[in-house]
């Protein structure tokens, strides 16, 4: 999966001299957090609601009206943030995680060719990333298989699972123990049923130690 694939499209930009009451007023409209700002079909920084709340007056005094003045007069190129970090579209989804968390950012500005062309947030990289791999919203129910993480024994647990010809939703190994890299690991496997006591029980007699991992609360 690509940058592409799960980035926002259709970007909307403002450029550097838009007053913050404006650059605010698009974000609620639009309903998002960040807006990139564009000078010279240039990308020259990014705006967050963040930094806009930081220079908006946030109740009455009598000094209002020269808050609200300062506001008016405040540009978005005034309190934007200059260190921006890109990415291209053909990057893979795991590239685009490491340089977020490489950088301590929540989300990076897809440029090609020297044009915005998107932007993908930690949200996007959930949704579309860990969602799928932890199977939410995909029916069925989810086993944990204690032990079952090395590639022998989860050869002998797939092949007992296919006694029972059910469809496999996900699977994926996760460490027993995070802090012990020599612990044992777990083989959690979601399948596409609801009952799946005589699968438990099938595994069990075959020495697996297995019970219904739960996912929903």
């Known amino acids: 999966m690509l940058i592409k694939d799960v980035m926002t499209k259709g970007v909307i930009t403002a450029s550097g001299d838009t007053p913050i009451s404006d650059a605010k007023r698009i974000m609620k409209e639009h309903g998002f957090r960040r807006l990139p700002v564009v000078d010279d079909g240039k990308l020259v920084g990014v705006v967050t609601e963040a930094r806009l709340d930081?220079?908006?007056?946030?109740?009455?005094?009598?000094?209002?009206?020269?808050?609200?003045?300062?506001?008016s007069h405040t540009t978005v190129r005034d309190v934007m943030e200059t260190?921006?970090?890109?990415?291209?579209?053909?990057?893979?989804?795991?590239?685009?995680?490491?340089?977020?968390?490489?950088?301590?950012?929540?989300?990076?500005?897809?440029v090609d060719e020297g044009k915005v062309v998107g932007i993908v947030t930690t949200n996007d990289f959930f949704y579309h990333i860990v969602n799928p791999i932890l199977g939410m919203g995909e029916p069925g129910t989810r086993i944990l298989v204690t032990g079952g993480g090395d590639s022998k024994t989860a050869e002998e647990i797939l092949a007992c699972l296919n006694k029972f010809g059910v469809e496999l939703k996900v699977?994926?190994?996760?460490?027993?123990?995070?802090?012990?890299?020599?612990?044992?690991?777990?083989?959690?496997?979601?399948?596409?049923?609801?009952?799946?006591?005589?699968?438990?029980?099938?595994?069990?007699?075959c020495g697996f130690g297995a019970k219904i991992r739960p996912r929903k609360i």
């Open 54 to 71: 930081r220079v908006s007056p946030k109740s009455t005094t009598p000094l209002l009206w020269q808050v609200a003045y300062v506001v």
């Open 83 to 110: 260190k921006i970090i890109t990415i291209k579209p053909t990057a893979t989804v795991e590239q685009g995680v490491a340089l977020a968390q490489k950088n301590r950012v929540g989300s990076l500005i897809v």
């Open 171 to 205: 699977i994926w190994i996760m460490e027993a123990d995070p802090e012990n890299k020599k612990a044992q690991k777990d083989l959690v496997i979601q399948v596409d049923t609801e009952e799946v006591t005589p699968i438990i029980k099938e595994l069990t007699r």
